[in-house]
Nanobody, 116 residues
Framework: VQLQASGGGLVQAGESLRLSCAAS????????MRWYRQAQGKQRDLVAG???????NYADFVKGRFTISRDNAKNTVYLQMNSPKPEDTVVYYC???????????WGKGTLVTVSS
């Protein structure tokens, strides 16, 4: 399974940005999908997750601003970032967890830079 994240870039505070993560392979529909982020020198933090049945959870620091969704037909998970703040400037990673095997897969990160 390969995960390809895209959509990062430079955005002004208050504007919107949408990250996408496309998964190859056939396990997408049986995977819990998550977005993480990591600042340089810091631990990787969970941003949002959506499991195979659609249950969603968010980190407190993005609740009400970010929305995670998935399209199983396109093997893609999204992170809609509304009202981003400069402190959201980090590298974002997508993660897929196979609910049967327990294997985890990571994509390469995509950098989001929010200017004030």
């Amino acid at each position: 399974v390969q995960l390809q994240a895209s959509g990062g870039g430079l955005v002004q505070a208050g504007e919107s940005l949408r990250l996408s993560c496309a998964a190859s392979g056939s396990i997408f529909s049986i995977s819990n999908m998550r977005w993480y982020r990591q600042a340089q020198g810091k631990q990787r933090d969970l941003v949002a997750g959506i499991n195979f049945s659609g249950t969603i959870n968010y980190a407190d620091f993005v609740k009400g601003r970010f929305t995670i969704s998935r399209d199983n037909a396109k093997n893609t998970v999204y992170l809609q970032m509304n009202s981003p703040k400069p402190e959201d400037t980090v590298v974002y990673y997508c993660n897929a967890g196979n609910i049967f095997s327990g294997q985890n897969y990571w994509g390469k990160g995509t950098l989001v830079t929010v200017s004030s």
